[in-house]
């Protein structure tokens, strides 16, 4: 089924598709579930989530990519952001604050001591960050991450780029290793689960 898929940048218009995509594909998120524990409250605020954080900080950077059904249909996304953007400007922070309080409400708090921790962490050289990557619930399996990961991957070792991501869930880290990527810390969140940060070294 991979050679089906088509991977192509994704733009404004696909804000809506590729949130809704992360959102299922995270809905049983370790990290997920702790900043909103209620299942209902949080199939909510997921695609609000990702919508802004599509919207502010990945989609304007031209790096984000999403896979194609046959049909036309997004099957995942992968939401990057090149060395020259891999840190948020406190302009651009602001200005994701209303779509992240309608995303998590009393929770915003929990969501942003788990964004202060992995900023706090970010590799200090350059690096293409891999924020969020997900595939749809149905599409699992398919091939979706795989095509996702390889084609941006390729312009990163193109580039002789460091790579960089962090991994909410266990059962994930082995599939990042596959691409090369390194576990280099583990992160406790205070009250919460870890999370693992992860590095692809130059090719």
């Known amino acids: 089924m991979s050679e089906t898929i088509v991977v192509r940048t994704a733009g404004q218009s696909d804000i809506d598709a590729a949130a809704r ?88 708090l929990a969501g942003k001591q788990v964004g202060d921790l992995v900023k706090k962490n970010h590799p200090a050289e350059p690096h293409w960050y891999l924020g969020m990557i997900g595939t749809a619930p149905d599409a699992r399996g398919g091939g979706f991450g795989h095509a996702l990961l390889r084609s941006r991957l390729e312009r990163v070792d193109a580039e002789g780029g460091l790579a960089y991501l962090e991994s909410s869930n266990p059962a994930n880290v082995p599939y990042y290793e596959r691409f090369g990527f390194t576990v280099t810390a583990e992160l406790q969140i205070p009250g919460g689960p870890p999370i693992w940060l992860m590095l692809r070294a130059a090719r």
Do not use: K
């Open 21 to 108: 995509t992360l959102a299922e594909a995270f809905q049983n998120d370790p990290v997920m579930s702790w900043i909103l524990p209620d299942p209902h409250r949080r199939a909510v605020g997921l695609p609000r989530f990702f919508a802004t954080m599509a919207r502010h900080i990945f989609i304007p950077s031209g790096a984000s990519e999403l896979a194609l059904r046959p049909d036309g249909t997004v099957g995942g996304a992968a939401l990057w952001t090149p060395p020259r953007r891999a840190q948020t400007s406190t302009i651009t922070e602001l200005r994701t604050m209303p779509g992240l309080w309608r995303a998590f409400g009393r929770r915003t």
